[in-house]
């Protein structure tokens, strides 16, 4: 088990493992908020 | 080197300052809101029924300007919208000093450490968490170090190759 650890904080595995992570919160963004981009979230209706 | 910087710098900036011809700065009335516009109208009409495409073209109608394309346009020249450029611009900004303070407090840990080379190819979770937790003040950390001169290193220890 401890060397499975080990294994997972190698660099190249941690990378994979963040860019998931990134890829994830930025997949459940856009089904939160669609359309999310700039002008439509900051700002009220002109 | 030094000096020429010091004198030609204030003379570049006064230069630009009144020699540069500013346009004139008009409000563009070709844009209007996308909910009144005959052409994004249309595609929205076209667009598929899909939660992806009804969502979007919902907000961009309340929210955005069109042109007479039908497609929503950013503006530049009505300061009361410059808010829509200048938040999502400053937390790209945070995000990316973020990522490059963390990753050079890790590094800089790890060099202090007696296995530098161990710590580089695996990623030591505990140093990694002060890292990020450097990393979420770094507006700070930059202002301190450059103050304190910590930020960059002098110009004598900059390797330059033999002229």
Request: with cysteine.
């Amino acid at each position: 088990m401890q060397y499975f650890l080990k294994y997972l904080t190698s660099a190249p595995v941690a990378a994979t493992i963040a860019l998931v992570v990134v890829a994830t919160v930025f997949i459940g963004l856009n089904l939160v908020f669609p359309g999310l981009q700039y002008g439509t979230y900051f700002h009220a209706a002109p | 080197m030094r000096l020429l910087r010091i004198v030609l710098l204030p003379i570049l900036l006064v230069t630009i300052c009144f020699f540069t011809v500013s346009p004139a700065i008009a409000v563009n009335n070709t844009l209007v809101p996308c909910s009144k516009s005959p052409a994004f109208q249309q595609r929205k009409a076209k667009a598929p029924d899909t939660y992806y495409f009804e969502k979007p073209f919902q907000t961009y109608s309340s929210e955005l300007l069109c042109g007479d394309d039908g497609l929503p346009h950013l503006t530049l020249d009505r300061p009361e919208r410059a808010i829509d450029i200048a938040i999502p611009f400053a937390i790209f900004f945070y995000v990316a000093g973020f990522v490059g303070w963390s990753g050079r407090a890790y590094l800089q840990a790890a060099n202090k450490a007696s296995n530098p080379e161990e710590l580089e190819i695996f990623i030591s979770i505990p140093l990694a968490i002060q890292s990020f937790a450097q990393g979420l003040l770094w507006p700070l950390l930059a202002v301190k170090e450059f103050l304190s001169g910590e930020l960059t290193v002098k110009d004598n220890e900059i390797p330059v190759s033999p002229r």
